[in-house]
């Protein structure tokens, strides 16, 4: 197995939806569609024997499949064929009922054997032509209208006679359109008569063909809900996902992993609506807006905004207005000099400041500040965790490729003994994905709600210095192993911590991922629980002054 597939496997361990993080998939193999029962699943690429047992044992948690495109060809030829053999019509007819119906065979079978006639209407496969045979030497193209011999006339269902020539033209014409040409009917503007696939295949260039192959082929993804195109660019790979388990994060074979409901990269166990801010906010005009009012100034001239480099007070405006000002007061530099506090002060900005003028522009400049600064907090992490994550992909890569094999050889142990080292890799890969997008939640993280905070960033300070000391054991002290001249008997002593420190990591991670996915409602109902003691524990003790209360009235009327 070459190397590509072999980080295609490791990756589908960890990328299905399950991530390491639940239990409660369903079988790919089970998806509730059209196809035959017992079909292989197509999400996977040939394993070494090696890893059989450990990926095997991954399939039946994923609720996706990944679709090559040879599996699409065969899922669209078999539904074909079906609707041909149940319905007794001709393949070329089955397919324009199912391109019609979105690929659905029990659709078609519904429609059909409830108003057969009118089926064949709608879609346009008439039952018997609209111009009957023609026995004359000569027939005359509809469009043209120049006589042909009946060899160089065509026609589809409906009998209209169009020259070879003319419907060469309108297929063109009407494939370059778009998708749109696998509704393509009679050129007579008053016929429903569907022309199928074999007219293209007959007239059509090479050119033309492919390109209704290809719009072919991608309406059986598009048209289909429980199917979409990998977004990663230049994929071709499609997944057939399986509702139910509230999880849409998958994975494609291209080791890109998104979100089914958004599109957007996969981003459990943030939601998809805090992506959608986040992402937005990320590429918004806003965030400049906030930079600008918080790092410039106006110029009091042509109000240009100014930003403060240097760390005189003296500004000077751009060409060409060339305006002199003061930074702190706005006002014209020839008003200021040593009576005014020199270079680097403004007597004119305290007094003012003092007296309330400056309040709400600085009140103002200084929010803006905060919440830039707040933003840049998460967005740096947000984006370094990405980053750590891209290099330990690399690093996976590499280790596969190159180090494993001669890791095995230098410490004398099979790569299958080495199985420990790819998890812990894997582990960080999917834990830098899930810390990521802990920061996006934490940004959206009302404020006031203080516990709830405390305990997000309590958990997420757990699950990252958790992974920083995996990420630390895996990618520095596997140096010395590598760089070993030998064998080392340090090194059984390093399986057990890496598969030690995989193992809490994983915990952490499970944690919060759990906490975030809730809501962080075991905040709640711990608070609850405790104001509920708390309020037991007041009745109790006012029950108990009530009661020495009336002892001590009863004693005194004794």
Known sequence: MDSEEDMLDAHDMYSGEDDFYSDDYKDSDGADDDDDDGEPDYGLVEEDADDSAMIASHRSQKNFCVLREEDIVRHQKDAIERVSVVLSITEVEASILLRYYHWSVGKVHDEWFADEESVR?????????????SADTELTCGICFDPYPPEKIASVSCGHPFCTTCWTGYISTTINDGPGCLMLRCPDPACVAAVGHDMVDKLASEEDKGKYNRYFLRSYIEDNRKMKWCPAPGCEYAIDFVAGSGNYDVSCLCSFSFCWNCTEEAHRPVDCSTVSKWVLKNSAESENMNWILANSKPCPRCK???????????????PPCKY??????????MDHGERTGGFYACNRYEVAKQEGQYDETERRREMAKNSLERYTHYYERWASNQTSRQKAMTDLQQLQTHNLEKLSDKQCTPESQLKFILEAWLQIIECRRVLKWTYAYGYYLPDHEHAKRQFFEYLQGEAESGLERLHQCVEKDLLQFLNAEGPSKDFNDFRTKLAGLTSVTKNYFENLVK???NGLADVDSHAACSSKSTSSKSTGSSSKTRGKGKGSSRTSGT
């Not at 496969?125 to 111009?131: A, M, T």
């Not at 240009?304 to 751009?318: D, W």
């Not at 002199?324 to 530099?333: K, P």
């Open 304 to 318: 240009r905004p100014i930003e403060k480099n240097q760390g005189c007070m003296h500004m000077t405006c751009t």
């Open 515 to 517: 906490a975030l996915e």
């Open 324 to 333: 002199e000002f003061c930074w702190l007061c706005l006002g014209a530099w």
């Open 121 to 133: 209407n709608t879609v346009g496969i008439l039952e018997k032509p609209v111009v009957p045979p």
